[in-house]
């Protein structure tokens, strides 16, 4: 009879292991000797604890979602419970147990992120709802109003959903603004015909309006004027379709006089802005260069250069504005998103962990496959086979550490 610290083989062939709750037999061992019975078990104690060291680097140093990380926990506790092993199983069972503490920690706080946005959806729904009740009630701009339900309906679809009782409640409110607005609506058109007359002279009199203004050269405050004026155009209401169509008409003269002279006053003024959008144009075409951006540091410090000489340079005309200024945005947000993509890819703790651990299985690899070729020059079978199969399990967590490595890249 043969014996280890973990485990022992019976003289018939018995292999049993040791644990807290006393032996239990694991397996028969009929062709060699008691030592190779125990080291063959001992290499799958080892694959074993293999499987548990690798899934605690991924609980600890990816996102593993926690219902995945307790999957791979229940069966791994299930694996050492039945395993066919000499070793600590024990100590194995006691590492999976701490990984459940934290799984069950980090499932708190997903359930309190949850709770969290649930309870933003409720004040972003409740926000949705007050407006639609502001909108039921005190409103009068009816196609603005309705367009503005339409839009909040359309939040509130897009918006993360509270708990039922509160979603229920907020979208009967929401139901019900809607309905009193609709209901406003109707009343204010039915009696329409009877304000037509009144909403005529009262067009009349902003059309008299545009009409006076439209050979004015103040352009600012003629243009907030005129937009005064269209305020007052919609909030009036509407006449009967041919007083309609004929004053809009002469408004819609009176404001193209005035926009089409301030324009011409703007064009020329853009005219001579031409040498900044020059300028700005060789700026733009120097930041594309920074572009793909390779080293983060030094495409930030290039793009802060053009950034001062672009602000000396000053204004240029309108028609290239959003261009040239939209070319520049979209630089600035490559060079942005390269700096986000830098420093997830430089996590140092997590990384340093998976790479330690692949770095690790290498060596290992290395020392055993050097092991492999001193067997098979001298000719020791058992150790050729031993080596090969040390090997191959290793391959197989390098393989899973690797995967782990790969996710920080």
Known sequence: MSTDPWGRVDDDGTVYVRTADGERAVGSWKAGEPEEALAYFHRKYDELAGQVQLLEQRVKGTDLSPAQAEASILKLREAVADAHAVGDLGALSAQLDALSELVAKRREEVRAAREQARNEARAVKERIVAEAERIAEETTHWKSGGERLRQLVEEWKAAERADRVTEAALWKRLSAARTAFAKRRKAYFAGLDQQRESVRAVKEGIVEEAEELASSTDWNQTAAAYRDLMQRWKAAGRASREAEEELWARFKAAQDQFFQARSAVYAQRDASLAANATAKEQLLAEAEKILPV????????????????????????????????????????????????????????????????????????????????????????????????????????????????????
């Open 294 to 409: 390779t080293d983060v540091r030094a495409a930030r410090a290039a793009l802060r250069s053009v950034l001062e000489r672009w602000e000396a340079i000053g204004p240029v005309p309108r028609d290239q504005r959003d261009r040239l200024e939209g070319g520049l945005r979209r630089i600035d947000e490559a060079v942005r998103k390269a700096e986000e993509a830098e420093w997830k890819r430089s996590n140092p703790e997590a990384r340093a962990r998976a790479q330690s651990t692949v770095d690790q299985l290498r060596a290992s690899i290395a020392q055993l496959e050097d092991r492999l070729a001193k067997a098979q020059a001298a000719g020791r079978a058992k150790d050729v086979r031993e080596a090969e199969e040390a090997i191959a399990a290793r391959r197989s967590w390098l393989e899973e550490a690797e995967r782990t490595l790969a996710e920080f890249s």
